[in-house]
């Protein structure tokens, strides 16, 4: 099993930046992918942004330019600094840790843009 612990999320006014972290423990394989991901009441969970242990990353249109995904493999810890943040990012936040052992989901941090 993997465990993935988030912390980072908070409070923020408009144009405010947050860096996310989830540390991830238990069976890490050396080859898997993490990826960030949020959810508001009502909505489906959508993809905000992943990364391979190969380096490989991708964002949603609606992140790109503002978030940034990063990984310490030695760490096993996933980042996300997220920049220029607006109201229409508040959500709560969800780290995913895939790789040969299954699927695994953090318990999510609550991230509010409001002024």
């Known amino acids: 099993q993997v465990q993935l612990v988030e912390s980072g999320g908070g409070l923020v006014q408009p144009g405010g930046s947050l860096r996310l972290s989830c540390a991830a423990s238990?069976?890490?394989?050396?080859?898997?992918?993490m990826g960030w991901y949020r959810q508001t009441p009502g909505k489906q969970r959508e993809l905000v942004a992943a990364s391979t242990t190969s380096g490989n990353t991708n964002y949603a249109e609606s992140v790109k330019g503002r978030f940034t995904i990063s990984r310490d493999n030695a760490k096993n810890t996933l980042y996300l600094q997220m920049n220029s943040l607006k109201p229409e990012d508040t959500a709560v936040y969800y780290c995913?840790?895939?790789?040969?052992?299954?699927?695994?989901w953090g318990q999510g941090t609550q991230v509010t843009v409001s002024s």
């Open positions: 995913k840790h895939a790789s040969g052992v299954g699927t695994y």
């Open positions: 238990g069976s890490i394989f050396s080859i898997n992918a």
